[in-house]
């Protein structure tokens, strides 16, 4: 959740990413948690994110009244895993995690969610590198001591741009069905040990889901949902975040 905001004496205020803006421009950053069922969002969390000019900079922090055990380098999804840990640990439950892409691109974040043993399904950039859940590794050639996939990581706009599309209801609004086309396959995301020009390791098997919007726009999505998941359950999970946004 982003607040536009001018000047730099406000906390954590400076020239970053604004998504209510769609651009980069001087605001300040919140990590948001919301919980929902249905059409019922109910906030729970909301903690301001510093930025590096922030934290590397005690007296300004000062200045500005952040406690001293606050200033400390934290990216969005460490306070988002922060905050989850806070509101488990007060007695919430819920049956699954939702984020965009801003968490959903970090591996660190995914792997935090499975560490707590938690169903999350996260938005992810189309760039983002994926393995067929076919992919094996195998003994390595030459010089090379590690064993190395038997196939190429692909991006996941390219993973997905040959399988079927189907037309998708997951709920009805004010205006009538709300649909779009998804198509989903499971895969092993590359974000393993790093092996060779930068490439990573296949990791854990999940979904990738892709979304075809009636205005053209793609977006994609991995999820941890069981691996028999209907692909209306994938949309209807994934969607499910848009009572947040609202």
């Known amino acids: 959740t982003a607040l536009p905001k001018k000047g730099t004496l406000s906390v954590g205020v400076e020239r970053q990413y604004c998504g209510q803006l769609g651009k980069k421009a001087s605001c300040q950053a919140l990590v948001s948690l919301t919980l929902a069922r249905h059409e019922v969002p109910v906030p729970v969390g909301l903690r301001l994110f510093l930025p590096e000019k922030w934290t590397g900079d005690p007296a300004r922090c000062a200045a500005a009244g952040v406690p001293e055990d606050e200033v400390v380098p934290r990216s969005k999804g460490e306070i988002a895993l922060a905050e989850l840990d806070r509101v488990r640990a007060a007695g919430l439950r819920f049956g699954l995690v939702l984020a965009d892409a801003g968490y959903g691109a970090s591996a660190a974040f995914r792997r935090g969610l499975d560490q707590r043993g938690l169903t999350w399904a996260v938005g992810i950039p189309r760039n983002q590198k994926v393995y ?19 196939q190429e990581p692909r991006e996941v706009e390219a993973m997905l741009a040959d399988l079927p599309w189907r037309r998708v209801t997951w709920r009805h609004g004010t205006k009538g069905p709300l649909a779009a086309r998804f198509a989903a396959t499971r895969v092993r995301v590359g974000d393993g040990a790093t092996w060779a020009n930068n490439r990573h390791l296949p990791g854990e098997e999940v979904w990738l889901v892709g979304e075809w919007r009636a205005s053209g726009e793609r977006k994609y999505y991995l999820s941890n949902l069981p691996p028999r998941t209907p692909l209306r359950a994938l949309a209807s999970a994934i969607k499910a975040r848009w009572v947040c946004e609202q």
């Open 132 to 150: 067929g859940a076919d992919v094996r590794l195998v003994p390595p050639g030459g010089r090379k001591r590690r064993p190395v996939p038997d």
